[in-house]
């Protein structure tokens, strides 16, 4: 038996990916329940999520982007391409806290394009080799050990670490657009300050945890995977 098992257990699998696959867990209930709970508290400014996203764009000066309505929960986001902001059921139109925060930071995101924000500009970049490499790493790595071929693994781990080089640029990305977000939610008064400003704030951080999660999953599959790879060579 490889010496990466003891007992007919994958050391490496137990020690890096489950606690990374509970800290993931543990964002995920964080983001959910933080934006349950501000999604109750209402703006005593009244104004909706659109219109939030729609006060970033104009606080920067851009007017080719739209803002629209998308269903289902928590699936916002800025659609570079076709220069749209699609805000979900419970941002769009609701006047919460939650939603001003989400709405802000998606707007945030278009920012970065009009400005042309480096990392941003990486990450597009990595987007096409990122898809390829999601669909053929794991085939190739399972290729590889079948066939005892150290070339085929070594493929798919070199198009495994795009993914995670892609994940380490997502991170600042997010909290630079949630950076964005909360200047102008203060300087544009979106928000009264204090309890309102506060509860955006925590939203958006619960968010960024997420992404902190996807990074440190990430970066433990692909050091199991060097490890194991390092393992069959000794």
């Known amino acids: 038996m490889p010496h990466f098992y003891y007992y007919g257990i994958d050391i490496y699998y137990l020690v890096l990916i489950v606690p990374a696959f509970i800290l993931s867990l543990i964002a995920q209930i964080k983001v959910k329940s933080t934006f349950s709970k501000y999604s109750s508290r209402f703006s005593s400014k009244n104004i909706t999520g659109a219109e939030a ?22 699936t916002d986001h800025f659609d570079p391409r076709s220069k749209v902001i699609r805000l979900s059921d419970s941002v769009y ?21 009009a400005e042309g924000y480096s990392p941003i500009k990486v990450r ?3 987007v096409p080799i990122v898809n390829i490499g999601s669909s053929f790493s794991w085939i190739a790595i399972a290729l590889g050990f079948v066939f005892s071929n150290n070339i085929l693994i070594l493929v798919g781990i070199g198009l495994f670490s ?28 979106l928000l009264a300050e204090g309890e309102e400003r506060r509860g955006a704030g925590k939203v958006l951080t619960a968010a960024a945890m997420t992404y902190v999660a996807a990074v440190v999953m990430s970066i433990a599959q692909l050091l199991r995977l060097l490890l194991i790879f390092g393992k069959r060579r000794d």
């Open 53 to 74: 996203a729609e006060a970033v764009l104009s606080a920067h000066g851009i007017t080719d982007v739209r803002v629209e309505r998308v269903s289902g929960n928590l």
């Open 162 to 189: 795009f993914a995670t080089l892609f994940q380490l640029v997502t991170l600042p990305v997010e909290l630079n657009a949630s950076k964005r977000a909360m200047q102008t939610i203060a300087g544009r008064n």
């Open 93 to 113: 139109a609701s006047t919460s806290v939650a939603a001003i925060g989400v709405a802000a930071h998606e707007a945030g995101h278009a920012v970065q394009h």
């Open 124 to 126: 597009n970049t990595l």
